[in-house]
Each structure stands twice: as C-alpha cells, then as structure tokens.
C-alpha cells in the first residue's frame, strides 16, 4: 500500500464516533423494501461493505415519519416497528463486521406526486402551493406543517440512536425539502421562513436544533447540503466564500459535527482563485469535518445514468483524490457507484488491485449485491 493510498486507510476519531477508514459509502437510492421495510438482502448488501474496508456506511435515504415524506416506491422508512426492527438488523450486521452505519433522513419535500405510496390521496408538501387545474398538487407549508415535520424527523433520529445507529445523516441536498427552503428558485415565501438565505435556513436551523435536543450533545449529526439542485444543475446557495460562511456558521451553531458536501464530480474548484473544491472550502470556513464526494473511482459522473443507457463508468485513478486528502482539504471520501458495483472496491484499492475492480453501468442498478 503506497503511502497515499494509506491516507485513506487511517482511522478517524471525532468525539465517540470511530471509524476505522476514510472511505465513507455514499447514500444511494435503491428500492429493494418493498413495504418500507429493509429485509435480508438490504441488511447483507451493507453487511459486504462494511466487511471489505468502508469505515461509515450512510444509508440510501429513508423517510421520516411524516405523510408526505416519500416520493418513490419501495424505499425503506425510517418509522415504525416493523422499519426500525429491519434497521436494528442492519446495524447488528454492520457492527458485526467492524464498521459504523448511520441513516439518512429524507423528506422528498415537493417533488412528491400524487398518487405515490403510502398515501396516494397525499400530494407533495413543498415552501410554496403550487395547483394544477384547480388541483393541490403541492401543499404549501403552513407554520404547523414545519413543525410537524421537525418533529418527525427529531423522533427518526432519536429512534436511529435507540436501536444503535452511530450518528444520523440529514438530507438536505438536491432539491429535496430541506434545499427547497434553502433556494430562492423553490422558496418564495414572504413570512419568516422566506427571503434572505438566513430566513430561508431557518427550516434547516429549527431542524437540526431539534435534532440535536432530541439525541443529546455526543451523537454525531451529519449535514448533507449541495449547491446543485435536480430542479437546476447550475444552481447556487452561495457564489463566493463569505457567502458560503454567512451559510455554513448558523448551521454549525445549530449542531451540525460533520458536513457532507455533495458534488458532481469532487475534482471541480468551487471558487474562481483556488482548487479547493466545496468540502474544502467548507472544512476551511467551518473547522468541521468535511466529507467529498461526486464520482469517486469513476470516470464518468452519475447524472448521465439516470437515463436509459449503455455506457460504462470505467474505474478512474485516484492520484488527485489521495493528494487532496494527503493534504487534509477534506477528512472523509464517499464512494457511490463505484461501491454499488463492487463491494469490494475498498480492499481492490487498498491492495493495489485496481485492475480488479469492477466497471459500473446502468444494469448494476437492478439488483442488490
């Protein structure tokens, strides 16, 4: 193992939280819990990757206990008993093999449509109402809407403590309902919860406040957030540093531990004048730990698989990640559609094997490995 690579084999400490490796799996989507439910292929696709080197699995999304939380089927939840007890096995087998595991809260916020499960008769809830022919097809959020879910996923979150989860990820990325508030193209609210990034943050700030009431000082939040939305891939919360600061430092005081700063492809500068890319410049204005992402050990990024395709993401080298690292611009690499095809990804790199690890395509997609 050269002495790059070994950078990202070392562990990592922040207050309880110890991983034994950098390489974070990233969440992805899945839809294999038919009902919500994780079941015995879910608990041993993440059992794989936490016995072949990954440090911290952050899970694929799951809703939140709140009727508009889910915008696709099959996806797991993370309320109710049946839920949670599937989740308690995951975490069991993950600690079994060494790693850590936390869940990623989601509410899909507006992008929900009719007709979707659990509730079909529920429409999307988003900042502002949008109708089609006289039709809701998106609630605009009243100010006990917001509270009700904050409280939901306060209690998501004191529920992954309680059946042993190592800490909680919060969506609040990708034009999901957190980044709704957070955007001026998906909120236009003129109450308090609207105009000024602050005053669009304040969602984001109530939440993670009454997240971390709800598991106490030493379980560790993380923050997922994106400048990028699915509704504008050339959108921006932020376009300078200072910016990016005014952001970043109400969500810190709130109680965020640790960032998560999704990308599209980890290598792009955030800011003309400097290469550090967004968890660079995150760690730099924040002093938080700092997770990067966005086509890791691919060389071709994700978006362009959404669609029906046959190409092929071929493993990329990672020379530029491992100086990045090596030069603690950022603490912790998320690894996505690289770990979804090959579980083994990790202990390929680790042992110099890269020739053996395997390409990604769309057909990695439609089963669970």
């Not at 969440?27 to 292929?41: A, C, D, I, Y």
């Not at 504008?232 to 960032?259: C, V």
């Not at 997770?291 to 990672?318: C, H, R, W, Y």
Request: aromatic share 8%.
């Amino acid at each position: 193992m050269t002495a790059s690579v070994a950078a990202l084999f070392e562990p990592f400490r922040l207050g309880t939280l110890e991983l034994p490796t950098r390489v974070v799996m990233a969440p992805m989507t899945r839809s294999f819990s038919p009902g919500g439910v994780p079941n015995s292929k879910v608990i041993e696709y993440y059992r794989r990757r936490a016995a072949a080197g990954v440090g911290l699995i952050i899970t694929e999304g799951t809703t939140v206990g709140h009727k508009a939380a889910n915008g696709y089927p099959n996806v797991p939840r993370f309320y109710g008993e049946d839920a949670l007890a599937g989740w308690k096995k995951v975490v069991e087998a993950v600690h079994a093999e060494g790693g850590k595991i936390v869940p990623q809260l989601w509410h899909v916020g507006n992008v929900r449509k009719l007709g979707t499960e659990p509730d079909a008769s529920v429409p999307g809830y988003g900042p502002m109402e949008k109708l089609k022919d006289g039709k809701e097809v998106v609630h605009g959020m009243s100010k006990a809407d917001i509270d009700e879910t904050i409280a939901a996923f306060a209690q998501a979150a004191a529920d992954a403590k309680a059946i042993g989860m190592d800490g909680v990820e919060i969506h609040g990325a990708h034009g999901y309902l957190i980044d709704q508030f957070f955007w001026e193209g998906t909120n236009q609210r003129t109450d308090e919860y609207g105009g000024s990034l602050a005053n669009r943050s304040r969602f984001a700030i109530e939440l993670i406040t009454a997240v971390r009431a709800a598991v106490g000082p030493d379980f560790p939040i993380i923050l997922r957030f994106s400048q990028w939305k699915q509704q504008d891939y050339t959108a921006r919360l932020a376009s300078t540093p200072d910016e990016l600061a005014r952001f970043l430092e109400p969500l810190t005081e709130a109680g965020t531990d640790i960032y998560h700063c999704s990308t599209r492809r980890f290598w792009e500068p955030e800011f003309d004048g400097s290469e550090l890319n967004l968890a660079g410049w995150t760690r730099q204005l924040t002093g938080k730990p700092t997770i990067t992402v966005g086509s890791v050990g691919l060389d071709g990024e994700f978006l362009q698989f959404m669609v029906n395709t046959d190409k092929v993401a071929k493993p990329a080298d990672l020379g530029a990640l491992l100086t990045r690292l090596n030069n603690q611009e950022f603490d912790l690499v998320a690894v996505g559609r690289a770990l979804l095809v090959d579980p083994d990804w990790a202990v390929k790199v680790r042992d110099g094997r890269q020739d053996d690890i395997l390409p990604f395509s769309r057909e990695a997609l439609m089963s669970l490995v």
